[in-house]
């Protein structure tokens, strides 16, 4: 037993992801995709073989300080898994929807430095780590070219300024708790600022209110492969990264997972295009898990991890199958798909129904388990009441109202709604294949939740009841009155159309804030240009003639005995020191050193 | 049975030195293979002591037997472990450039030999006084090969090394003798108990520690006691030079070090602030003073020697300030310092030989004339800066680091401040080289010293191992045990 822990921790499998992702522009796209899919997937025993001996492992030193590079918990554990484990299906699609494999390659080292930052032991290697999850994912988007350089760049801009906010956060708790250095103590963040600027950068990865812009504004764009990795890792590993930082919770953060819930929703209704649509339900199921992660309560924070678990699946399946549908029409937006694509596509239209009815929290399907944990927290313990109701669980019932309505919206327009002109066939095998996989795997934890509970963190403090009455009649009600919700407003949602969000304010607002601070610095800098000419004009002659210098620098009267100390000493200053002029400043030294020390 | 090793890597060397003189009687430039033989198993033999302090802690030997403290002690530990092997790699490699840069007279040799001797007994002795006849071996080895230029700045260079660094050794020699009178003894250990007990703030105490940091800041080419140091590497030959500017300050920074922390140890400079700020500030005096005048050369070689200046008191301010991560800083800068600064002379021999150019505005283009010499010079020379991942770069981090936790901010800021310093005069260095247009007047092989392909590359090695070197340098830490010699 002992032997195999040993050697599962010589190295941690963050590193022999990210080592194989950098094989894989060498060699053939089969080949790759297949050494990218094990690697992926060997995460995953890995990772639950060393459950059962938690600590810290491979502790070593980086620059000076302590790190940990190799961190077993229950909650390092149940991330490994997910990211390792969907990591591989998502390669496995890739594979199956053409992508080349320097993209893979790409995709497949974003895979590594996000099990590498769920498996690090402190704060050092978690930033470090945290930077590399925003640079592969920015090269990943890049690789698309196009619209989504640009994207891409406002996403690096934004990530960049959320990984300093986090790194400084980091540093002033470094700062307040001095001996403990960088190492998860179980604490979370010293509160005061250290707090709140790792909420702030963090919250840029979970998409906080007014901070999330860059999820709808980037997954959408680059290849339909990408997009599946893109939905997985960075928000869910945010998540984790909150609860390293938060560990027991924190009101205000409560109200924003349940308030990105609703305004989530509210946005996903209005899109028409297809990954758009869902980049905006993934604030809103983040909120669930923000929501899960600020109450403080276990059953809510076991609830905030099995909800990324099933989140990953759920919303991985629905890019996946808008993938085929956008491989097999070539169109993204729902309004010109033409609809009715459920005969020629069945597999397809059941993978995604599978899918839609999971995020929405139909029971049976493991959406239904995981949100209900986090709702029924939220209801249970009555804390978070405002006049005389339980506030956080109406507003998260709200945004599954919401949700339901949404997705009845994608499949009725997709699936159901008119006829397609033309021909359209359903995915090709390998598609249907992952596709299935993951359909299956939603639809198994949904009616046995408990092959996860088995894995979920702080499993001996809460206990969860899926299946009793009420709750499955709240499950029941919830999808009645999203129906219901679509049929009545579904007139209003398609005249509202595209919704303008906190982007357009914000881009221009960049953009003319910086063309500003570029004039200031402009002017500015004519200004300072021409004393820093001068000033540049004299140290050159001082540097390249020290002696002609030195000596106009010189009193009138004491150049002639400078010249006559020049002609006599070695050296073009005559400031050379000869020998009996060393040994006087020797003793002058001496002199000194006594007298300070005496 | 390794422990008695430790007397046999100076022996050795010493006895060596004999052989090319007496072999002078029937043969010429006989010299250089004895060195090769003697230092190549120097080496080896150094290699195999160094791997018993790896694998089994600090190594302690007694001379003939003789017990503490009475008689000789020789010892390894962290603090002097990278100084030794850094001696055994730099002094093959730089005897393989003089095979064919030479000097090749036979009394070269000697003298090379004789110095090699005197670095490795510093680095390995554990007692004061043989320490400071150490350090007279040094210098003398010193001396001569600087002499060896032959002709009249040589010479000037060598007797102005001499007569300043006899006294210096002088003060040093006076300042045991105060610590002899307080205590009785001079064995490092025995000497740092007892000094302990006669009082940290005794007047006697004190005074011998100023002769001593006084002494030893002339070997050391501390500002502004280094003016020898910049005449005696700019007159001597290439392989000289290298040599010199790689090992003989470096020793002499050890030996510091070794007093400061072993004999008078980190409580001493906790119970004395100002002798510890007096310690960190004369470093970081040395680390501005050392740069600007850098800046201000106009011949290479004395660009260097200053920047030598600064570099030394980066290291000296790491063992004032005392705690392990700036000692861990400095030992770490001591070792990669002596392999850029010895490379990076060699390097401009290698200009110097091809075209005869010595001077900072001759140097105009040459980069592209000689591409991996001038990318080696490039290289060196940025690790010198202190840019990431070189080993340049690690020994500025952990002293800069030690001093954030020592409290002593100030003293980061410098270290900051020199590196832009350095980068002033480095970036003038590498423009002129790469981007300056070469005159038509200076041509092949102007320096009438042919260069070979194994100097140049002796010298891409060089600038090779500083780049690997650096990440792996945080490692090596842990096997230091630097605690122990700190008497944590």
């Known amino acids: 037993m002992s032997a195999t822990v040993d050697l599962l921790t010589t190295v941690p499998p963050a590193f022999v992801v990210i080592a194989v992702a950098l094989v894989i522009p060498f060699v053939s796209d089969r080949v790759g995709h297949t050494i990218g899919f094990v690697a992926s997937l060997g995460v995953v025993p890995w990772a639950l073989a060393l459950r059962s001996s938690p600590g810290d492992y491979i502790q070593t030193a980086f620059m000076g300080f302590d790190v940990v590079l190799l961190n077993i918990d229950a909650f390092s554990v149940v991330m490994a898994v997910i990211f390792g484990g969907f990591g591989a299906v998502a390669v496995a699609y890739s594979y199956y929807v053409d992508a080349s494999r320097i993209q893979t390659a790409f995709a497949v080292s974003y895979v590594g430095t996000s099990v590498g930052a769920v498996l690090v032991g402190d704060w050092l290697t978690l930033v470090f780590f945290w930077e590399l999850m925003a640079v592969t994912s920015t090269l990943l988007v890049w690789y698309y070219g196009g619209k989504a350089v640009r994207a891409g760049y406002r996403y690096a801009l934004l990530h960049g300024a959320g990984g300093s906010l986090l790194m400084s956060a980091v540093v002033l708790n470094y700062v307040q708790r001095g001996a403990e250095g960088f190492v998860f103590t179980g604490e979370g963040m010293a509160s005061g600022l250290p707090a709140v600027l790792a909420a702030l950068g963090i919250g840029v990865n979970v998409g906080f209110i007014g901070l999330h812009a860059w999820i709808p504004d980037t997954y959408p764009r680059p290849g339909i492969g990408a997009s599946v990795f893109l939905c997985a890792f960075t928000t869910k590993a945010g998540v984790y990264g909150l609860y390293r930082a938060f560990p027991d919770g924190n009101v205000a953060l409560a109200y924003m997972g349940a308030g990105m819930t609703v305004y989530g929703v509210v946005y996903a209704l209005l899109q028409t295009d297809m990954r758009r649509l869902l980049a905006y339900h993934i604030q809103a199921q983040v909120g669930y898990m923000v929501g899960g992660i600020g109450m403080t309560s276990a059953l809510a924070t076991a609830g905030g991890f099995a909800h990324v678990f099933n989140h990953i699946l759920y919303k991985g399946l629905l890019f996946m199958t808008a993938g085929v549908l956008i491989y097999r029409t070539g169109e993204n937006s729902l309004k010109k798909l033409g609809g009715g694509l459920w005969r020629r596509t069945p597999v397809t239209a059941g993978a995604f129904a599978v899918a839609a009815l999971s995020i929405s929290g139909f029971p049976g399907f493991n959406g239904f388990v995981s949100k209900g944990m986090i709702t029924a927290a939220a209801g249970k313990t009555q804390r978070y009441v405002v006049g005389g109701q339980d506030i956080l669980w109406w507003l998260m019932m709200l945004g599954a109202v919401g949700t339901f309505m949404s997705f009845v919206k994608f499949g009725y327009y997709a699936f159901v709604k008119g006829s397609y002109e033309g021909k359209v066939r359903d995915g090709n095998i390998g598609q249907k294949l992952t596709v299935s996989a993951l359909a299956v795997a939603c639809f198994v934890l949904g009616v046995a939740p408990g092959l996860l509970f088995g894995i979920l963190p702080l499993s001996d403090e809460w206990t969860a009841h899926p299946f009793t009455t009420g709750h499955l009649l709240e499950g029941f009600t919830l999808a009645a009155l999203g129906i219901a919700g679509f049929y009545v407003a579904r007139g209003a949602i398609s005249r509202i159309g595209v919704a303008r969000d906190v982007d357009s304010v914000y881009n221009p607002g960049v953009f003319y804030g910086t063309r500003a601070v570029a004039r200031f610095t402009t002017m500015a800098y004519t200004a300072v240009d021409s004393g820093a000419v001068r000033l540049a004009g004299f140290c050159t002659r001082a540097v390249n003639q020290p002696a002609e210098t030195a000596r106009r620098l010189l009193p009138e009267g004491a150049r002639e005995t400078y010249d006559e100390r020049v002609a006599k000493k070695p050296g073009e200053t005559g400031t050379r020191a000869g020998i009996g002029e060393t040994v006087l400043m020797l003793s002058l030294v001496l002199a000194v050193v006594m007298y300070l020390f005496l | ?488």
């Open chain 2, 1 to 488: 049975m390794t422990d008695a090793l430790l007397g046999v890597v100076i022996a050795l060397p010493v006895i060596a030195s004999v052989v090319p003189l007496v072999a002078s009687f029937w043969r010429e430039e006989i010299g250089w293979y004895v060195a090769v033989v003697a230092l190549v198993l120097n080496a080896v033999l150094i290699g195999s002591v160094v791997r018993s302090f790896v694998s089994g802690g600090i190594l302690s030997h007694e001379v003939g037997g003789v017990a503490v403290p009475y008689g000789i002690e020789l010892a390894l530990d962290g603090l002097s472990a990278p100084v030794l092997v850094v001696i055994a790699v730099v002094s093959v490699g730089t005897l393989a450039y003089t095979r064919t840069a030479g000097p090749r007279s036979n009394s070269f040799y000697s003298g090379y030999l004789l110095l090699t001797a005197g670095l490795v007994g510093v680095t390995v002795t554990a007692d004061v006084f043989n320490l400071y006849v150490f350090i007279e071996i040094t210098g003398l080895g010193a001396y001569a090969l600087i002499a060896s230029g032959g002709d009249g700045r040589s010479a000037y260079a060598a007797l102005k090394y001499l007569l300043v660094g006899t006294v210096g050794a002088s003060l040093y020699l006076i300042g045991i003798a105060y610590a002899f009178v307080a205590t009785g003894t001079l064995n490092m250990a025995d000497l740092s108990a007892r000094l302990a007990d006669v009082g940290y703030g005794d007047t006697i105490v004190l005074a011998s520690f100023a002769f001593i940091i006084a002494g030893l800041g002339v070997k050391v080419a501390l500002f502004p006691l280094h003016t020898w140091q910049p005449d005696a590497y700019s007159a001597s030959p290439y392989g000289v030079a290298g040599y010199v500017s790689a090992l003989v300050s470096t020793v002499a920074a050890y030996a510091l070090g070794r007093v400061i922390l072993t004999v008078y140890t980190p409580g001493f400079l906790t119970a004395n602030p100002v002798v510890s700020s007096g310690l960190i500030y004369f470093g970081a005096l040395s680390i501005v003073a050392g740069s600007v005048l850098a800046v201000l050369q106009t011949d290479v070689r004395r660009l260097l020697a200053y920047s030598s200046v600064s570099q030394f008191g980066l290291i000296v301010a790491g063992f004032g300030i005392g705690n392990t991560a700036s000692v861990f800083g400095s030992v770490v800068h001591l070792f990669g310092h002596a392999v850029m600064k010895g490379a990076l002379f060699l390097t401009a021999g290698i200009i110097a030989y091809r075209f005869g150019v010595t001077r900072l505005d001759e140097y105009a283009g040459v980069a592209r004339r000689v591409p991996y010499a001038g990318a080696a010079f490039a290289v060196l020379a940025l690790s010198l800066v202190g840019v990431p991942p070189a080993i340049g770069f690690v020994g500025k981090w952990y002293v800069a680091l030690g001093a954030v936790r020592a409290g002593e901010t100030a003293v980061a800021v410098v270290i900051f401040a020199s590196t832009l310093l350095t980068l002033m005069y480095v970036a003038r260095l590498l423009d002129r080289m790469y981007y300056g247009e070469a005159p038509e007047a200076v041509a092949d092989g102007g320096g009438g010293t042919r260069v070979t392909r194994g100097m140049v590359a002796l010298v891409v090695l060089a600038s090779v191992a500083v780049v690997a070197l650096g990440p792996s340098a945080s490692a090596v830490q842990e096997t230091l045990a630097l605690g122990e010699v700190l008497g944590g």
